[in-house]
């Protein structure tokens, strides 16, 4: 599966990275630390070849194919890092910081695969500052070190390479070699910037923003094909945990309260969606047809304002959406509220802009605060439905062409 390395002639980003001076590969008394790495990059990725027309013929020589320079890519990186390591025995720390100007070269080695690309390039860099520290009475304490012979301004000249992975258009992952010309170090002296090892996160801002624009393009699309289908509101039902459980306490009464409730708010539900959305056709469906609708089985499914079954109502089943005013698991809270949820067509919760905060109802019910204390459970008829409604009307309808 190709995630599709971001493409532009310039784009440009940020980048944060983590050094490993390689110091201790050559002298076991060193350790290295890893160490931060902040820059910023400008890129450039040529769009035509290169050729040289001959001064007295009418003919031109390619010197690098169109084919090939769309292989290429030019990085100007200016960056911030700090390099360190330690000096186990002595258990002494030296710590270097340095300003960096890196030229890089990114080469796309197949050519129908572009996230993969090695890279080469030079980075001098100036040394802005450095100190010697000395781990005494359990911390590290700036110590004067004769044997460090760096200097501020001192130049520093490297070379990078290594490979690169776009794991999407916004972001790459890098690894490097950075291999030091004016490393000087030894067991005996410190001076100049040893060789290091380097993971990279390159964050592509244009790519970034690629990557929302194409999210919004799809959810565009989505919305749009949405509003020439169909809404279905599932409408609830009594438990038959519940209502089987009060048989047996032979409590009609409360059989009788729950049913009237579900059916007063059923019936205002349906009102407020007739009367507050106008963004497609929408139907109504009881909860207990709920598998018929995700096996796409619309015979005799839908009720009318009475909450009977019509079989005469019959929308397209190759085109909807549902949505239900019921308790479920709430991805902003994680836990079970009661608001309008919105699904697809397999009754699986939809993200935004489908499903917001706004669409969850709090427990004080229309002002009621105590209304649970008041009945053993939440009277949800006494809800108005409308503003609910009517925002997520509003949402659709933004995004609809």
Known sequence: MSVKAQTEKFSYGLTLGLNYPTIGAQYDIYSGQGNPTLGMFILYRPETGIGIGHPSKN??????????????????????????????????????????????????????????????????????????????????????????????????????????????????????????????????????????????????ALGLLNQFSK???????????LSKGSLLVMLPTPNPGEINKLKAENNKKEIALINQELVERNKKVMREFKSYFDFCHVYFFMDTSAYKIISKNF?????????????MIKPDSSNFFVASFCNDNSAYTTKNQYGLFVYDDHINQLPKPFNVPTNLIGANLEGDPINFFKKKRYNYSIVSFEKIITRFNNRMLRYKD
């Not at 999210?215 to 094909?225: A, S, Y």
Request: with cysteine.
């Open 299 to 311: 015979n005799n499914v839908f009720v009318n304002s009475e909450l009977t079954t019509d079989p």
């Open 59 to 204: 003919k031109t020589y390619t010197l690098v194919s169109d084919e090939f320079a769309r292989r290429l890519s030019f990085i100007l990186q200016p960056s911030f890092s700090s390099t360190g390591f330690r000096e186990i025995n002595a258990d002494r720390r030296y710590n270097n910081y340095y300003l960096e100007l890196s030229g890089l070269m990114y080469i796309q080695p197949f050519a129908f695969i572009d996230e993969f690309n090695f890279f080469i390039g030079i980075q001098p860099s100036i040394l802005t500052s450095y100190n010697t520290e000395l781990f005494v009475n359990g911390f590290y304490t700036n110590q004067s070190y004769d044997a460090n012979l760096n200097t501020v301004k001192q130049l520093n000249f490297c070379v990078p390479f290594g490979l690169s992975i776009a794991l999407s258009q916004a972001v790459w992952l890098e690894a490097s070699y950075i291999h030091s010309f004016t490393n000087q170090n030894t067991s005996q002296i410190i001076k100049g910037r040893p060789s290091s090892i380097e993971l990279t996160l390159r964050l592509n």
């Open 215 to 225: 999210k919004e393009d799809l959810l565009r699309k989505q919305i749009n094909t």
